[in-house]
């Protein structure tokens, strides 16, 4: 720190004797700008050149340099092939850089503070892929010059960059995408420590030298003024022992927030617009098994799988929306719908389902309901916050515990087989469910420009949608041709017949209790269904009584699947 403070104080009184020399000159152009270290071959010369358009406004205000920029990292060639630390694992990369202009006592010179964010940097075998520098310096607005020089810091120090950081929407989004998407705090403090910049802060002076200059207004896509820093990073060792890492060409453009403020609210609007269609479904599939025996069909683990995802997607658009205060209307609104959809019609399907599955205890008091009722909601909720704390412990396998998260319907397949369920699910809401729930991961995983700037994993996302696309595609055929058509008939349990052969004379008539009508065995003799109790049915009229009931219409006995 004492090192950067010498520095600036040194460049403030060179600016100040300079100022003085322009002002009995009067005013003469002046076409350079001494390096800030002097040198046989100096590491700035070639960004020091003024480029000053006499038809550009002379205030700061015109040319303030705050805000977020984008843009690469390159290797340059350099004679010199030995340096204290290794060479990068990469000649060039991504780069991040976050600064903060404030003017000075001193008229046209201000101060800079900021940071760069280079991805893609090292390749060890600590899987250090980038590095952070915090770096401060003088930004010279008349003849758009900025040189900075890297400092530490104090540990768990905040400057003012920080606080620009912490009030960026745009850096915001980042460090909310990594929180959940790419690695843990823990993870990021150990990487820190681990990373070869962490040693290079403390024995190398890191450098740089940049010039500023005003994006074309063609290029510019919007309204407000945007800027790009071209220069270059040098690294020479505290005690002069050669450079400590091989020079760096840097090139980035100045971020315009707005863009992905209204990628964030676009995706909040689709995250709105699917939830809308999530509850037309549930209202389509509820009431498709509207009946005791259609909600007995249902696999509770489905319905409830379902609603953990969808109450975790509401926990993390609120906490992103908490996150980023500009945002919250936006986030909030999807969490909102989020939360209706789990909260509400969701686990009031698990609750119809559940009652279903008991009907013995209908007749019970309420004070066993409502026992019932509050094992039935401590599991939810102890299975969501279990869930949270497992994903937690096990970030780095995230993308597996999507995939598990996503085999919701496995449960449904199975107890199709198990039960021989006839038609559980509406074919609507199979495909449509399906439909929705890959819109989001492959949104964040997919999506080249997402709003959260996620490294996009097309295998990732293929393979996901195949998984997905096969479990409803079994439970389509299931629908059509039977739950255990896709089972060979060797393995399968033996399976009760309706239409059995009846040993007794059946040519008279019988009446069918469910239409009072007779039943006419020398006409149609497959018109007929013969119950395990002997009771004759028409066909018709006992499937749809198995649709509401599993039970014999005359006798009340159980009845197997059809």
């Known amino acids: 720190m004492g090192s950067c403070n010498k520095f600036v104080s040194t460049t403030l009184n060179f600016v100040g004797f300079f100022s003085i020399g322009v002002l009995i000159v009067g005013f003469v152009p002046v076409t350079a700008l001494r390096p800030l270290r002097e040198a046989a071959h100096s590491w700035g010369d070639e960004w020091l050149v003024v480029r000053k358009d006499d038809n550009e406004p002379a205030s700061f205000s015109a040319w303030n340099i705050t805000g977020t920029y984008r843009g690469s990292w390159r290797l340059l060639d350099s004679t010199n092939s030995t340096f204290r630390f290794p060479k990068f694992g990469k000649s060039d990369g991504n780069s991040v850089l976050e600064l903060i202009s404030t003017p000075t006592k001193i008229n046209g010179v201000h101060y800079v503070q900021g940071v760069i964010i280079f991805h893609d940097v ?16 003088v930004y010279i607005w008349p003849f758009r010059q900025l040189r900075m020089v890297a400092h530490s ?67 510019n896509n919007g309204d407000r003024v945007h800027y790009h820093i071209e220069g270059s990073m040098e690294s020479p060792s505290i005690d002069d022992d050669g450079d400590c890492l091989q020079p760096m060409l840097l090139n980035a453009t100045s971020v315009n927030t707005e863009v992905y403020y ?35 069909k249902v696999s509770i683990l489905t319905i409830g799988q379902q609603a953990i995802m969808d109450a975790y997607l509401c926990l993390l658009h609120l906490t992103a929306g908490i996150l980023v205060e500009s945002l ?47 094992v039935l909601y401590s599991r939810f909720y102890g299975i969501l916050l279990g869930g949270i704390l497992i994903m937690y412990e096990f970030h780095k396998y995230l993308r597996f515990i999507l995939l598990l998260v996503h085999s919701f319907w496995i449960p449904q397949i199975v107890n199709n087989v198990v039960r021989d369920s006839r038609k559980p699910m509406h074919p609507h809401y199979i495909i449509g469910m399906s439909i929705t729930r890959l819109a989001i991961p492959l949104y964040i995983f997919g999506c080249p420009h997402n709003f959260m700037r996620t490294k996009p994993d097309k295998d ?21 041709l039977g739950s255990r058509c896709f089972i060979p008939r060797q393995i399968l349990p033996e399976k009760y017949s309706y239409y059995r052969r009846l040993d007794q004379d059946t040519n008279h008539a019988t009446d069918c209790v469910i239409c009072m009508t007779a039943i006419d065995f020398s006409q149609c003799p497959n018109d007929c269904m013969v119950t395990p109790c002997d009771h004759f049915f028409h066909s018709g009229c006992l499937q749809r009584w198995m649709d509401i009931k599993m039970e014999c219409p005359t006798c009340r006995r159980p009845l197997p699947p059809a």
């Open 122 to 137: 090292f390749d060890n075998e600590h899987e250090v892929g980038g590095a952070q520098i915090k770096v401060e310096g």
């Open 153 to 219: 810091g104090k540990e768990g120090e905040f400057g003012r960059e920080d606080d620009y950081i912490l009030s960026n929407p745009y850096h915001l989004l980042g460090v909310f995408s990594s929180q959940v998407f790419q690695e843990s705090p823990r993870d990021k403090i150990w990487k820190r420590k681990h990373s070869p910049i962490y040693d290079m802060e403390k024995h190398c002076n890191i450098e740089i030298a940049a010039q500023i200059s005003r994006v074309p207004p063609m290029q």
């Open 262 to 296: 209204n990628k964030a609210v676009n995706y909040t609007l689709m995250v709105t617009f699917i939830s809308f269609l999530q509850v037309l479904l549930l209202i389509r599939q509820m009431e498709h098994s509207n009946t005791q025996s259609g909600a007995a």
């Open 328 to 374: 919250f209307n936006a986030f909030a609104t999807a969490a909102f719908f989020k939360f209706v959809v789990f909260s509400i019609f969701e686990m009031r399907y698990l609750l119809a389902i559940w009652k279903a599955n008991r009907p013995a205890n209908n007749g019970e008091s309420w004070e066993a309901m409502r026992r019932e009722l509050s």
């Open 460 to 480: 990732w996302c293929i393979f996901l949608g195949v998984f997905v696309g096969l479990q409803s595609s079994i439970l389509l055929l299931q629908h059509y």
